[in-house]
């Protein structure tokens, strides 16, 4: 169990984390979510007592992550930055780290299959692709057969079935009982992964919910509609949570209705509708609506690409 309890960490005059609190439970894998620059390293680099905080306190099983005998036992972790610069195999990276530890050899291969890495132990690890190298990492986090996880952006640059194998992976960690906290940007990712969410932006708490929730409330449903009577229907649609938008000719988009609802409308007052059409806002629009005040570089208006500005006009002819 991960208890953060107002966490704030300020460098200079800039805010990282602000006030921040949450519970990661064990038995289910959460996800640690939010845009770029929104504070989730930081957090994570708290929680294993790699920064200090500025006020705040986050604890690992009831302790800070320092004051824990074998941390390694107790927390594996893999953040971001975890090039392996090394002329050591595969094999002798991890074993190397595990003597430190007085972890025996049997686990270090018993972690090599566990990532699927046995073919390649024997080569340096300095040469590993990004996927393999994630491998290692996440095989140097499982030496300690540790109760609590703490994996800053796993599938960063694995491809389709190295994504499927760490989303399995986690979820079997978690359901073995542990505690897996895996930061991500990809809403759509850890929703296939997760089971809860700890979304952040800006360093502050926005959502600190099941994914199912999560889902439930942020996916806003609309039906698309065509007919020849836009006006006629529109006004028969009209309602205090009704949304009526027009972007094309002949063509309505509808919030707040269900396609059923508008069907009956539109049959009931003899109006022949051409298509009928519900639409679900994906689970990354969702995410992005919701944390787009929390986005830290944000463009603040669309730049052509390539079209150089070069009489300050914004790209059109003055
Ligand atoms: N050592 C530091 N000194 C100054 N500012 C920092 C430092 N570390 C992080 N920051 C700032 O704190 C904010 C949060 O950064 P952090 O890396 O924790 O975000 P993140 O959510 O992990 O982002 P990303 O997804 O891009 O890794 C950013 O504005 C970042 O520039």
Redesign the pocket.
Known sequence: MIEAHALTKR??D?T?VADLSFTVRPGAVTGFL??????????MRMILGLDAPTAGHVTVNGKHYAAHRAPLHEVGAML?ARSVHTGRSAFHHLLSLAATTGIPRSRVEEVIDIVGLREAAGRRAGGFSLGMGQRLGIASALLGDPATLVLD?PVNGLDPEGILWIRNLLKRLAAEGRTVLV?S?LMSEMALTAEHLVV?GR?RLIADTSVEEFTRKAARNSVHVHTGETDRLRALLAGPDVVVTSQERGALEVTGLSGERIGRIAADNGIALAELTPRRASLEEAFMELTRDAV?YAAARPVPVGAADRNGTGGRAA
């Open positions: 460098y200079g800039k990282a939010g845009p770029n620059g929104a504070g989730k390293s930081t957090t971001e952006e930061s940007h952040v360093g830290e």
